[in-house]
């Protein structure tokens, strides 16, 4: 019987043991598959980071880009105002000094301008300064949109009429007589004040008005064009970020 009981002992142990061992045997396989759950995730969480960060990059410069064109443009269409003026400038004092430096002046913006010569070196380095461009293709090169480049080319039509009456005013006051041209002379009148009362009078002013209102237009359309594509832009940066936020504190956890 003390054998029975000791046989009996003996195998009840054996069985504790080999539960222990199983028991301790599935606890280290279920931290095994709990570590490599988590390395897995850790591994993807962190793949995923990479590519939220390449997304965050791209559209960075994408930001940045779309920032720069939209001041370069903004840039272009302030020259193209200021030339429109500058040439109306120098054909006025032109036939109402008759100085040369401003007759050469004026000849000289008009042809960097329509891309007969080099653009001047004191225009700015974002404007192709120093290169033969008329001012419609610098346009196109700073990847304007059609639509903003048919308000702009309003403003081009107008400005090249204006010009064909300012250089009849310029033509005229220097030979002294009337050259016939977009403007009729009065029968009264000298080619001198004839070429001062052209680029005076209500229609030349008001056509000088309707160039700074194409591009008052202009700079409207471009300014909610770019504002749009910025702030949708600078959104999903931001999105991003928040995203990239998340997976870092979900890989922490």
Not at 72 to 87: C, G, H, K, N, V
Request: proline share 1%.
């Amino acid at each position: 019987g003390v054998l029975q009981d000791m046989s009996a002992n003996g195998n009840l142990s054996a069985v504790r043991t080999g539960q222990r061992q199983s028991e301790r045997a599935k606890k280290s396989s279920s931290i095994k598959v709990q570590f490599t759950v988590q390395a897995a995730m850790t591994i993807i969480l962190l793949f995923g980071c990479f590519i939220i960060l390449f997304f965050m990059n791209r559209h960075k410069r994408t930001l940045i880009k779309l920032q720069a064109q939209q001041e370069r443009l903004m840039l272009a269409a302030t020259e193209i105002q200021q030339t429109s003026q500058d040439l109306t400038r120098l054909s006025r004092l032109f036939v109402l000094t008759g100085s040369k430096q401003y007759e050469d002046k004026y000849y000289n913006t008009l042809r960097w301008r329509n891309g007969e010569i080099a653009r001047p070196t004191n225009s700015s380095v974002h404007l192709y300064k120093g290169k033969q461009i008329s001012q419609r293709d610098l346009l196109a090169a700073l990847n304007c949109k059609p639509e903003e480049l048919d308000i702009l080319n309003k403003a081009f039509a107008v400005s090249n009429e204006l010009a064909l009456v300012e250089k009849q005013a310029m033509e005229s006051f220097k030979a002294k007589t009337y050259v016939s041209g977009e403007r009729e002379i009065r029968a009264d009148e000298s080619a001198e004040d004839f070429a001062v009362r052209i680029l005076y009078d209500v229609g030349y002013n008001s056509a000088v008005n309707k160039i700074m209102s194409h591009i008052d237009g202009f700079f409207t359309v471009l300014d909610d064009r770019t504002s749009g594509e910025i702030q949708k832009a600078d959104m999903l940066l931001t999105l991003y970020q928040y995203i990239m936020m998340a997976a870092m504190i979900f890989s922490i956890v």
